[in-house]
C-alpha cells in the first residue's frame, strides 16, 4: 500500500507542478460563477471542483504508472546499468560536447550572425540634454520657468 501512495504523491506532485493543479486546462468554475464572490456555497462547490480535478489528475497518473510497469518487461539492476553506460552516458557526452561547441562557435546563438550595430546599445547614443534640477516646490519652479520665457 505504501508503495501505491507514494505512486500517488508524485502524481499529485506532477499534477501541481506540471498539469495546472488545482485549475483544468480551461477555468471553469470561474466561468460558472463557482467563486466565493458569488457566495459561500458557490465558493465551495468550485473548491470541490477543483479538488476533484486534482484527484483525477492523480489518479490518471498512477493508472499510466501501473500500466507502463505492468506492461514493460522487469530489469535485473545490471541490464539497467549496463545499458545506461553503454547508451545514456554516451549519448549524453555528445550533446554535451554538441551544446558546447554551439556556444562557441556562434556566441549570440545564432547561425547568422547579426551586425555588430545592433550591439552597439549606449556606445553610439547621441548625448541626451542634462535634465534640470528639480525644484523643492514644483509651483515655484513652473512660475521661474514662465518668467525666464521657458516652456513648461
Known sequence: MA????????????SIL?????N?????SSWLGLTFAHGPVWGYLGNVLGCINII?????????MMWVRWTLPRLRIDQVIT???????????????????WQFMWPDGLVFKTPLAVFDLRENWPAAPAAK?????PAASV??????????
Open 133 to 137: 534640477p528639480l525644484a523643492a516646490n
Open 24 to 28: 483544468g486546462p480551461v477555468p471553469i
Open 143 to 152: 512660475a521661474a520657468n514662465l518668467e525666464q520665457g521657458e516652456a513648461i
Open 18 to 22: 506540471f498539469l495546472g493543479g488545482w
Open 83 to 101: 545499458t545506461c553506460l553503454k547508451y545514456c552516458v554516451p549519448i549524453a557526452a555528445v550533446c554535451f560536447l554538441g551544446a558546447t561547441w
Open 3 to 14: 508503495e501505491y501512495g507514494s505512486m500517488l504523491a508524485v502524481s499529485l506532485l506532477a
Open 56 to 64: 483525477g489528475k492523480g489518479v490518471l497518473g498512477v493508472t499510466v
